[in-house]
């Protein structure tokens, strides 16, 4: 329950989508009740690429404008396209994830086509489109500072005039693309695998939020280590975390799985974690804690399905061995799921 993710026994009461009242009670269901995850970090679009067996570095497998994904989304009709991301989207639904931000690629059609796609049971979503997609979406979603020349300044200028959030790739596979991405005020990086102490210092004092992606950066072999993404460094100095999940092609964009891969991997607490899962959120202007006054953005587990209903610390269970199948959805999702 709320912020501090505290352990209650209380029923909930929604009015008009509103949490309008929490009240504790003395005997409950077989159900857990905690926060829907955002996933603030996907690229829906290479749904189309899904496992694609093929070697080769990151550059050659996702970087724009010629890596093995954007040749692959080239070649896709709009309609695959789109059911390829309305696949994706109701699999993020079904492992407890009710809302995503995404790096959309293919200019304006590529916004409209994922706008399309979570059209018929929408998740909260922030689309950060690129090539003059950012013009019909939330923000601008720059790959790198290093696939730009000096045209980026005029692009962003742009962008931010037109209201838009910016967000940047940066320090994904090494640290020298942080700096540059650092001197145009971002409103959100992703990754930071290789930032520095000192990009790390900067980032926090400048209170800008970052979204981690681990399992991506092992996928993608950008990082062997536990120090990297320096999560325990980032928490330390006071940078707010997200967890995202990255290219659909490589990995699933399950927030759960995330959490459980950055506990055992990385040492992070749960109560951390739950908050990097939830906290993103906010990019969509919602508050996915269980607190009165925020929407219903919760979702419920019946523990009588599975072995949890012996767990001696809820949130301990949550972060290290969710199962979809025990989830039995969420106000948000509810018709989607019972299709
Ligand atoms: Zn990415």
Redesign the pocket.
Known sequence: MGDAFEEQNVQIVVTNGEISAIEEISHVPDVWIFPGFFNA?T?LGDTIALDIDAPGTLSELVAPPDGLKHRLLRESSPDTCVEAMQASIQTMTKSGVLGFAD?REGGISGVKYLEKANAECPLDSVIFGRDGGEAVSDGLGISSTRHYGKELSGIIDTARANGKKIAF?AGEKDSKDVETALSFDPDML?HCTHATSAQIRTIADAGIPVVI?PRSNWRLGVTSSRHNPPIHEMLAAGVELFLGT??VMFVQPDIAAEMAFCHYVYGIDAIDLLRMATAGSRLAEKDYTINKGNDARFIRLNTARSNAKYSKCMVNTIISRLNPSDLEGSLLTYNLQHL
């Open positions: 970090h690229h790096f790739h992703v992606c990255d290219n």
